[in-house]
């Protein structure tokens, strides 16, 4: 399996960072798609993500309609704080 260049991987967390967490989830799971093999393993690596986190990923992008539709939490809102 390729891997990116450290520019492009650069890039990519720098709009990673910028994403709700559905969209982090759904681009992860985009990027480790286009990869194949070895791909989920290596965007959880760059991401620091769960890789279930990027399996629920391409289950949402599965879906015909979007379950959490309108539903985005801000930054810290996941009541750990």
Avoid: C, W
């Avoid at 990519?12 to 070895?38: C, I, N, P, Q």
Wanted: hydrophobic share 30%; glycine share 12%.
């Amino acid at each position: 399996m390729e891997h990116y260049s450290a520019g492009v991987e650069k890039r990519m967390k720098r709009l990673f960072h910028t994403l709700s967490e559905k969209d982090r989830r759904r681009y992860a799971a985009v990027e480790a798609d286009k990869l194949g093999h070895g791909g989920t393993d290596y965007i959880a690596a760059l991401f620091a993500l769960d890789p279930k986190t990027i399996r629920q990923g391409l289950a949402d992008l599965d879906e015909p309609q979007d379950p959490a539709n309108g539903r985005i939490r801000k930054k810290g809102a996941g009541g750990n704080g």
